[in-house]
T-cell receptor
Framework: AQKITQTQPGMFVQEKEAVTLDCTYD???????LFWYKQPSSGEMIFLIYQGSYDEQNATEGRYSLNFQKARKSANLVISASQLGDSAMYFC??????????FGSGTKLNVKP | EPEVTQTPSHQVTQMGQEVILRCVPISNHLYFYWYRQILGQKVEFLVSFYNNEISEKSEIFDDQFSVERPDGSNFTLKIRSTKLEDSAMYFC????????????FGPGTRLTVL
């Protein structure tokens, strides 16, 4: 069975500091993808970053990087130099076989000025 | 930049009524999805669709629900007889191909069942 776990329901970070949002997953699929999405208070889902299970290097997209540790089955999101606009819900997600996406329960990030 | 669009942004309906939520996926994408998010909860997969048929569905996607691609651009989710617990945000998503390809989400339709 596929499962995504986000153990931090809420996080605070000071503006301009870095923050790590945790995500662990469980799957028996050999090939899978890991994603992070941002959901601001307005409700839309915004794609941030993707990591393939066979990618050897950690994915980076601007201020976002994904700390992928395959043996530990973790895919933590690191946001560097936090901005006030980063305050939102963040969802970790995984896609394996059969085109099915599994989402974690989310982490609410608050960036303090 | 191409994007997924959804209409309406907010739908209010009486319990027992049928609703159709509409989505226009990104034009060169082949896979389409519906998700729902009950207020304050995580996003839940409903169904995936490829080549004019359902490729996967969750336990939530019972006989009340159906999906259709009535023409070359629209992708719809129909709820036959809405229940109070169907109140949620419904997201459409599309991806270029399948299996670990990035899904791009629409802005969502907020469904309120009274």
């Amino acid at each position: 069975a596929q499962k995504i776990t986000q153990t931090q329901p809420g996080m605070f970070v000071q503006e301009k500091e870095a923050v790590t949002l945790d995500c662990t997953y469980d799957t028996s699929d050999q090939s899978y993808g890991l994603f992070w999405y941002k959901q601001p208070s307005s409700g839309e889902m915004i794609f941030l970053i993707y990591q393939g299970s066979y990618d050897e290097q950690n994915a980076t997209e601007g201020r976002y990087s994904l700390n992928f540790q395959k043996a530990r089955k973790s895919a933590n999101l690191v946001i560097s130099a936090s901005q006030l606009g980063d305050s939102a819900m963040y969802f970790c997600a995984m896609m394996g076989n059969f085109n099915k996406f599994y989402f974690g329960s989310g982490t609410k990030l608050n960036v303090k000025p | 930049e191409p994007e997924v669009t959804q209409t309406p942004s907010h739908q209010v309906t009486q319990m027992g009524q049928e609703v159709i939520l509409r989505c226009v996926p990104i034009s060169n994408h082949l896979y389409f999805y519906w998700y729902r998010q009950i207020l304050g909860q995580k996003v839940e997969f409903l169904v995936s669709f490829y080549n004019n048929e359902i490729s996967e569905k969750s336990e939530i996607f019972d006989d009340q629900f159906s999906v259709e691609r009535p023409d070359g651009s629209n992708f719809t989710l129909k709820i036959r007889s809405t229940k109070l617990e169907d109140s949620a945000m419904y997201f459409c998503a599309s991806s270029e191909m399948s299996s670990t390809d990035t899904q791009y989400f629409g802005p969502g339709t907020r469904l309120t069942v009274l």
